[in-house]
């Protein structure tokens, strides 16, 4: 079991910027993928970035491409999620999810671990 816990939204300005955490524990950190999701308001949860638990191989959604950085620091159990140039449209709760094994995959089946969300807000 893998327990996952995010971190670090809160309301910027449009235009701002925010760097989600995701701390992971419970199991070998650096043998998980890890992903971040969103879902806003009467939406479904979409993908938003994907790093493979080698850190050799990183995607990121058409939508945030150029603004936003996924990483991960091992030695910390961490995920980042750098985001940059944020727009009203990034309004949303963001996940982070895991699988072991994995690749930089972008469908939420195919994550086996969820966090609990954490709110990001944008004003315009």
């Known amino acids: 079991q893998v327990q996952l816990v995010e971190s670090g939204g809160g309301l910027v300005q449009a235009g701002g910027s925010l760097r989600l955490s995701c701390a992971a524990s419970g199991r070998t950190f650096s043998n998980y993928a890890m992903g971040w999701f969103r879902q806003a308001p009467g939406k479904e949860r979409e993908f938003v970035a994907a790093?493979?638990?080698?850190?050799?191989?990183?995607y990121y959604a058409d939508s945030v491409k150029g603004r936003f950085t996924i990483s991960r620091d091992n030695a910390k159990n961490t995920v980042y999620l750098q985001m940059n140039s944020l727009k009203p449209e990034d309004t949303a709760v963001y996940y982070c999810?895991?699988?072991?094994?994995?690749?930089?995959?972008?469908?939420?089946?195919?994550?086996?671990?969820w966090g609990q969300g954490t709110q990001v807000t944008v004003s315009s």
């Open positions: 790093i493979s638990w080698t850190a050799a191989n990183t």
């Open positions: 999810a895991a699988v072991l094994w994995g690749g930089a995959y972008s469908y939420p089946r195919q994550y086996d671990y």
